[in-house]
């Protein structure tokens, strides 16, 4: 199966600097005319299916994907984004002098470290996982997964270890990368990596990776 994996488009907490993590916010108006793009060009790779995380920002991303390429979405809880704990809804700029020691240790990119309230990047990875493994074994040739920046990073390396190198800290909204899964093996093969050429007549946001 060939899978397209996309982070949603920019939400409204993107667009002010804020932690979203688990937070359930929509796209921002930027964000809904990246998903309109993005959704044309899905329809074109001819996707036969949608799976999303439940998270508003995500299912409006998915839904406009789903309605250009008439075809059904499926919602995975396990695509959900990390649970940022005492992070969440908190501007990034001011985490650094509120919450020096846990922000520190956050972006020391420690894989077990656990935010207060909220997950480790590795319990993240070995949902992420579980995700796509389950989404691979779906009875489809190509599929898109909408879902979030930091579960996707943390499950690409967990997946393709080797590949990591070209995997970066954070994913652009409403960014393209391409797998190819073999259900029967298990493995996975990265075929491109945070594609925005669709978006060039649209704009770019920031990629944090919250």
Avoid at 46 to 64: D, K
Avoid at 129 to 157: D, E, M, N, W
Avoid at 158 to 182: F, G, V, Y
Wanted: charge should be neutral; hydrophobic fraction near 40%; include cysteine.
């Amino acid at each position: 199966m060939i899978l397209y994996c996309v982070r949603h488009g920019e939400s409204t907490y993107n667009a002010e600097g804020r932690v979203q993590g688990q937070s359930d916010v929509p796209l921002s108006p930027l964000g809904l005319r990246q998903g309109a793009a993005l959704a044309e060009t899905l329809r074109a790779k001819g996707i036969e299916a949608v799976f999303t995380s439940p998270l508003r920002r995500a299912y409006q991303t998915a839904e406009l994907a789903a309605a250009a390429a008439k075809c059904p979405i499926f919602v995975d809880h396990d695509l959900k984004e990390i649970h940022a704990g005492i992070f969440q809804d908190q501007l990034r700029r001011d985490l650094e002098a509120a919450r020096p020691d846990e922000y520190r240790r956050w972006i020391g990119g420690d894989m077990d470290y656990t935010i207060p309230g909220g997950e480790s990047r590795r319990q993240l990875a070995e949902r992420g996982v579980a995700a796509l493994r389950r989404i691979a074994a779906a009875p489809y040739q190509k599929a898109a997964v909408i879902a979030h920046g930091r579960i996707f990073t943390v499950t690409f390396s967990a997946l393709m270890p080797h590949e990591a190198h070209r995997i970066p800290r954070a994913l652009q909204n409403a960014s393209i990368t391409t797998l190819e899964a073999d259900a029967a093996t298990g493995e996975f093969r990265l075929l491109s990596v945070n594609e925005t050429d669709h978006l060039q007549t649209v704009g770019l946001s920031g990629c944090g990776d919250l």
